[in-house]
């Protein structure tokens, strides 16, 4: 069993032997996950960021300028007195 101190900051220093066994480097991520009323540690491997590109679109992505004339449009179509 290993312990660590936490600071007033809420912060604590994860040991070097459990640092070594998840193979965490400075600058890694980590979550900490409820199980069973207990907490893990877990390293992140991946953020969405790394995942960018991995999954296609339904459909290709709409022109900016072409949606907010359309917004434009039914915008003025409502607030008319027409």
Known sequence: MIGSKI?????TTIP??????????????VLFLE?????????ITQTLRDRR???????????????RDDVKKRVVERT???
Request: glycine residues 10%; charged residues 40%; neutral net charge.
């Open 7 to 11: 600071t007033t900051k809420g912060q």
């Open 16 to 29: 070097k032997k459990i640092r070594e066994r998840l193979n965490l480097q400075a600058g890694d991520r």
């Open 35 to 43: 199980k069973d009323g207990e907490i893990v540690l877990q390293p």
């Open 53 to 67: 590109g991995s999954v296609e679109p339904r459909k290709q992505p709409e022109d900016f300028n072409d949606v």
């Open 80 to 82: 008319s007195d027409g």
